[in-house]
């Protein structure tokens, strides 16, 4: 500092990296009077420079993909660092990929987020065994062995031998067979053979799980169900629990049944005597008036199980 004017110099480099901030204090005296103000703190704060490349921060990333991938597969994160200031624009890092080796199927096979860098497929045609072009000229025929094709019921299902799309030919009954898997040795396969070299895939099993529609009625496990009340019962007096089934997918939507009474017969002393869970099928009594010698016969309500999935 010069003692005159009291400018404070640096006399030499500063690295921001190494110290970012350094305390002084600066003493000011009267020559001849001896009196001196109290120091003064002095905060000298350095100013950044984008001084320092980002690195990465190990020298290998590994990633692993599946080949036939989708576009936008994510395969792995790198990730670098810059000791420059943080969040300025000088420890900003931006990523890119600078080369792909080999280049096949397509010298843009993976893009990066230049600003996560994550790396995701950006094409298709990742196949582990393409080595060079002429891999790529094999045409690939598919077939389909087992259950549902060259076994009963016999081509229940088709594959196109070009695009390998499966079709069904006729209706599928879920509740007649739910998946078409039968053993190790009898399962629905797939086949891949390369046009012209003769080298076969192994086959790829295939199973086919059918999906539940709500094509069944409920139905009550008996004909008629008979309950017995003592008359003048109070209100709430459990008569009896009817019962349905469903045959769609249990534990499902679509096997759902709920209760409701569509009718009583006779309707006296009120046409509400008797009530119904919905859910678990239990007959109540709703009302007072139960009294045997003043009805005509004995109260039937008539019940109607209902699937709730549409």
Not at 110 to 124: L, Q, S
Not at 137 to 154: C, E, F, K, N
Not at 239 to 268: F, M
Request: net charge negative; proline share 7%.
């Amino acid at each position: 500092m010069d003692k005159v004017s009291g400018t404070l110099f640096v006399t030499q480099q500063l690295d921001r990296e190494q110290q970012a901030r350094y305390t002084l204090k600066a003493h000011a005296v009267a020559e001849g009077s001896g009196t001196a103000e109290d120091p003064m703190d002095i905060i000298v704060n350095v100013i950044d420079q984008n001084d320092n490349k980002p690195g990465f921060v190990k020298d290998t990333f590994l990633g692993k993909v599946p080949e036939a991938s989708p576009t936008n597969f994510e395969v792995i994160q790198v990730e670098a660092t810059d000791l420059d200031e943080p969040n300025s624009d000088n420890s900003d890092i931006r990523y890119k990929i600078l080369s792909q080796e080999p280049k096949l199927p397509s010298d843009n096979l993976f893009a990066i987020n230049e600003v996560t860098g994550a790396i995701r497929v950006n094409a298709g045609g990742l196949d582990r065994e393409i080595r060079s072009n002429q891999d790529k000229l094999w045409r690939i025929h598919y077939s389909i062995s087992g259950p549902g094709a060259d076994q009963p019921p016999v081509n229940l299902f088709t594959m196109d031998k070009v695009s390998g799309t499966l079709f069904v030919t006729q209706q599928l009954d879920r509740e007649q067979q739910a998946s078409y898997m039968v053993g190790v040795t009898t399962e629905l396969k797939a086949h891949a053979v390369a046009e012209g070299s003769g080298t076969a895939e192994e086959p790829m099993d295939i199973i086919v799980n059918v999906i539940d529609q709500n094509d069944n009625k409920p139905v009550f496990v008996k004909d008629t169900f008979l309950g017995k009340v003592p008359e003048a019962s109070p209100t709430n007096f459990e008569v009896i629990q009817v019962e349905a089934t469903d045959l769609d997918e249990p534990n499902s939507d679509n096997s759902d049944i709920r209760y409701s009474i569509l009718s009583q017969e006779p309707k006296l002393p009120s046409d509400n005597l008797f009530a119904i869970n919905p859910v678990t099928g239990v007959i109540r009594v709703n009302a007072g008036g139960l009294d045997r010698e003043a009805l005509p016969s004995p109260e039937t309500p008539n019940v109607h199980p209902d699937g709730t999935g549409g």
